[in-house]
């Protein structure tokens, strides 16, 4: 199995993660690697296993609907790269 | 007063032997002359000095529990709210917490003494604490190796004597392999014995924080601390917690290990197999019986952690968007500009190579082929436990196909980095705890060994490890230079 410079590309949008050009021959060899090594799992059947999503088996745990934490608006936008009266600021959206 | 035990040292402080204050100033004096070691993004050392001056005076009052006043550093994985997060990612460089992780509040509460926050692979992808943006970490024992990863920082920072204790992480290894290249001991608990409130995430159905120390006892302390239910994490597992240290003593006569075949194959070479060989007859001479085992779907857990890991990992770093916190690039030309180019500048090769393979592996036509079958075989492999685990009481086994490997050797390889995990990713997959311990030396560095066992049965794991300290000192040797 081995993916293209082209599906690289591809995947890496889906992504939204920007790679350096120069770096796409490597992903692509590297990830199609990584594909070959994935294709042994190929040899066992499994269409019996039920899948393991999580070691627990567990089911969603619910609480009471009650405020449980507080308000640190103004904490989390310390650490933000752009804020503006109480807002995250990125680039217009619509024009 | 780096060479005392935990308990040596709540006695020293207790006693007025030495102050929280003099013990904090010994380690961070420690971490200063051994800065070349990179074990440290963050030394706390304004914030350590006011929690020792604190504890100085709970200890005063006698309010004290058994880590009041001892100084230990957090992997950089942890939020600790006002200092600075990075988890060794570029990404994060810029972010200061704005909250404790529950760990972090816990060993706050306890009275424990944050030196600061270890180094580690970036976001946790790493076997070798090199892809960390804050550059690889020395591994004490020879500063030409690596310290194993992904908690680089936490193994060299013990083994080094830089700090009594530290805290881990452990997705694929993390915490036992490093244990095991740094000649400590570190135990991955049960999965949800151990909050992952505010553990910044990588792989969320496997990540579990534990402790890593210098022996079992001192991890059953650390372990004590740190672990519980929290209803903070929807995965905590409201199960009591026993008193780790409490069975440290009980007598091994009986116990049933078992040796699964394929983690002793031809395989593994023969320096690892003898030095295993030996520690394995050491719990011969205390009373254990050994019995040959079975897991033959252990083999396709390499493939089967690397789809599922990169999968939760490409869904769980999709946070990092350079809009609410962490960085952001110069100058966006639009939103997907801005997403597209502060992730692609935050984060580093090995972490895009995953969030690649994740969003590959979920991606429509690939999703049953890769994803689902990853699933059913993590199924299989953790029914290989059970099984194994209802003829016997723990499994042993090697943490690494070879001691502390070369900086620089295997970082251009990422396929040859995934296959040093071998011996303990399953364990993750399985959600099942293990220890790491040292059982000697080849060629002057450590050799780790596992020990796996039931689920929620750390104290058990604790009380093997630690009757196997009793007998042996691999535990007590210290890195030439760092005495």
Known sequence: MSLS??????????????????????????????????????????????????????????????????????????????????????????? | MHTKTLTQLAQGLQSGQFSSIELT?????????????????????ELALQSALAADTRIAN??????????LAQKDIFCTLDVKTTCGSKMLDNFIAP?????????????????????????????????????????????????????????????????PCATGTDTGGSIRQPAALCGITGLKPTYGRVSRYGMIAYASSLDQGGPMARSAEDAAILLQAMAGFDTKDSTSVDVPVPDYSAQLNNSL???????????????????????????????RQLGAEIIEVSMPNLKLAIPSYYVIAPAECSANLSRFDGVRFGHRCESPVNLSDLYTRSRGEGFGK???????????????????????KAQKIRRLISDDFKNALTQVDVIMGPVTPTTAFGIGEKIADPIEMYLSDIYTIAINLAGLPAISIPAGFINNLPVGLQIIGNYFTEEHLLNIAHQYQQVTDWHQQTPKGFE
Do not use: C
């Open chain 2, 25 to 45: 100033k010994h380690f961070l004096d420690r971490i200063r002359k051994h800065s070349d070691l990179n074990a440290f993004i963050t030394v706390t050392e």
């Open chain 2, 253 to 283: 006569a009986g116990l049933k290990i078992g040796l699964p075949k394929e983690f002793f194959s031809e395989d593994l070479n023969s320096d690892m197999a003898s030095t295993l060989q030996s520690a394995i007859n050491e719990y």
């Open chain 2, 350 to 372: 090995e972490v895009k190579r995953r969030i690649l393979m994740g969003t590959y592996a979920l991606s429509t036509g690939y999703y049953d082929a890769y994803y689902v």
């Open chain 2, 62 to 71: 006698k309010q004290t529990q058994p880590l009041t006043g001892i100084p």
């Open chain 2, 99 to 163: 909250y404790n992780a529950t760990v972090v509040e816990k060993l706050n509460q306890a009275g424990a003494v944050m030196l600061g926050k270890l180094n580690m692979d970036e976001f946790a992808m790493g076997s070798s604490n090199e892809t960390s943006y804050y550059g690889a970490v020395k591994n004490p024992w020879n500063t030409n190796t690596v310290p194993g990863g992904s908690s680089g920082g936490s193994g060299a920072a013990v083994a080094a004597r830089l700090a």
């Open chain 1, 5 to 95: 410079t082209n599906e690289v590309i591809q995947i890496a949008h889906l992504a939204r993660l920007g790679i350096d050009p120069q770096d796409i021959d490597s992903y692509a060899k590297d990830l199609s690697g990584i594909l070959d090594l994935m294709t042994q799992m190929s040899e066992l059947k499994t269409s019996d296993v039920e899948p393991m999503a999580h070691p627990m088996d567990q089911v969603q745990r619910l609480r009471i609907d009650a405020v449980t934490e507080s308000n640190n608006r103004e904490k989390f936008m310390t650490i933000a790269p752009q804020v503006e009266d109480g807002l995250y600021l990125v680039p217009k959206v619509i024009e």
